[in-house]
């Protein structure tokens, strides 16, 4: 037995980790736990050295003062506090009113208006249960499918796991070890397409089958005219304020996330208290909310560091390197295996725990292999936003749930009886868009220069013939370096064999 487990501690680790998580052990806990556990039998093994476990305490500390996790609560908060200042139901409102009259004009509303939101806020929850309050109402009143109304609000409400400042794309960059600033311009192009794909899917339903997505009827459109343009500016200038304060000043170099993050908080603190909506308890309630997830976050990152650094001394990152070397087909097959495996276990658990768990031991994988790194994260980060919508546990499906209508009831505008929107109806609602994102995640997987840009490409230069010509030019001039049979003109230019 002792022999066994000397030559295979690592996969016993890991295989131990996955009991503790399907036992319903806190994900927290069950990653720590297994780490001191396993460290303490392979110190008994003669595997490891107890000055390993001593060097837990600095690790922890070094957590704490990771400037960019502190983007996370800043941008939590942010998102509580401007789903309670009014600014989705304004915005919501004004673009109901404006594609309204068309086929399916609510549908473009949600998509463009969550685009919006996500931009913003970056918290899927807030964009969820703020659209699902304010528009799913209107939408079942006036005749939307409940199945489509559903995917609708779920699928852009989950446009904030993609679109920046996206809480995935910051926990994805820490892990993985790339610039939160580089997830961000890479995740424009795909944030982008994802909408482009849920607009289009909408005008698909409102010429074949309208009935599904029907018109605002004339007696609902309440703003004609200069009264709604003058309330579609209105309600357009504080969204794209906050996106400049936040991703604006990222992208110019201005600011850090995490300061983009604090100035994006400040702001939501002044419009909340210009629209009459900073109340102590609304207050009191971001607080709240924002603190819980902060230590959620927290504790999983304690709880893998520690996993992470017994796994790590016992080899297991070798072990996992040499089984996804048995993957057949090159990058290729990598990231096609890593994609299933993300967007199965995304079924399962939370976004937070795949991020924390799966990434630091594939990731080092992917960079081994070359594989650009920005590319690989915004994969996965799409890979995630799916994983908000696919049942039984996808979190937006739960949000909308909380506030979909449970039972029938009658309208006070309309006095129709309006039913109720059923589970079934919401979970078969999103098998289209769920298959809408995972079409865009294929063309980003296809066009990776959609994310990275137009590489430059540089072969391997021939070293042993490079030969140094510093004679005169015909201009007087120093020469270059060159080649055998180079003319010697070089004009000062570096001339490299298998340079493009």
Not at 61 to 89: H, W
Not at 276 to 300: Q, W, Y
Not at 340 to 367: K, Q, T, Y
Not at 473 to 500: M, Q
Request: glycine share 12%.
């Amino acid at each position: 037995m002792e022999a066994f487990l000397q030559a295979n501690l690592a996969p016993v680790m890991f295989g131990t980790l996955i009991f503790f998580l399907l036992s319903g052990f806190p994900v927290a806990f069950s990653l720590a736990a297994n780490g001191i556990l396993f460290g303490l039998i392979g110190i008994e093994l003669g595997l490891l050295d107890f000055v390993l476990l001593q060097a837990l305490p600095e690790r922890i500390y070094g957590l704490l003062q990771n400037d960019t996790l502190l983007a996370i609560p800043f941008f939590t908060f942010m998102g509580i506090l401007l789903q309670r200042s009014g600014m989705a139901e304004d915005l919501l409102e004004s673009a109901g009113q404006l594609f309204g009259p068309l086929p399916g004009g609510l549908g473009y509303a949600v998509i463009l208006v969550g685009a919006l939101l996500a931009a913003t806020t970056g918290v899927v929850a807030a964009s969820v249960i703020s659209m699902g309050l304010i528009s799913l109402p209107v939408m079942m009143r006036y005749g939307f499918n409940n199945g489509v109304a559903a995917g609708l609000l779920t699928s852009a409400g989950s446009l904030a796991q993609v679109i920046p400042p996206s809480l995935v794309l910051i926990v994805l960059a820490d892990v993985l070890g790339v610039s939160v600033g580089d997830a961000y311009r890479g995740a424009l192009v795909p944030s982008f397409l994802m909408v482009g794909l849920l607009l289009g899917y909408v005008a698909f339903l409102s010429i074949t089958k309208p009935h599904l997505v029907p018109a605002l009827p004339p007696e609902a459109r309440t703003m004609r005219g200069m009264v709604l343009v003058k309330s579609i500016l209105v309600s357009m200038v504080p969204p794209v304020l906050l996106i400049f304060l936040v991703l604006g000043t990222i992208f110019i170099g201005w600011a850090t996330p995490t300061e983009g993050g604090a100035m994006g908080a400040v702001g939501a603190l002044i419009l909340a208290f210009v629209r009459r909506r900073l109340s102590r308890e609304t207050l009191r309630g971001a607080l709240d909310t924002t603190t819980k997830l902060a230590t959620f976050v927290m504790f999983i990152l304690v709880g893998s560091t520690i996993f992470a650094l017994t796994f790590r001394a016992i080899n297991g990152d070798l072990w996992i390197e040499h089984l996804f070397s048995l993957v057949p087909g090159g990058e290729m097959g990598f990231m096609i295996f890593v994609s299933v495996m993300v967007f199965i276990l995304g079924f399962f658990i939370d976004f937070f725990e795949i991020a924390f768990i799966l990434m630091p031991l594939i990731g080092p994988v992917a960079e081994n292999m070359g594989i650009n790194m920005v590319w690989f994260l915004v994969l996965v980060g799409m890979n995630m936003a799916i994983s908000f919508l696919t049942p039984p546990f996808g979190f937006a499906l739960f949000y909308l749930r909380s506030v979909a209508p449970k039972k029938s009831y009658v309208d006070k505008i309309t006095g129709r009886k309006i039913p109720a929107m059923t589970t079934q109806q919401i979970y078969k609602g999103v098998l289209p868009f769920i298959c809408i994102q995972v079409l865009s995640m294929v063309l980003i997987f296809i066009f990776p220069e959609w994310v990275t840009g137009p590489e430059v490409v540089i072969n391997e230069a021939d070293l042993d013939n490079i030969s140094f010509d510093m004679g005169p030019d015909d201009d007087g001039g120093l020469g270059g370096f060159g080649l055998p049979g180079d003319n010697g003109d070089s004009g000062g230019e570096i001339t490299l064999p298998g340079f493009e």
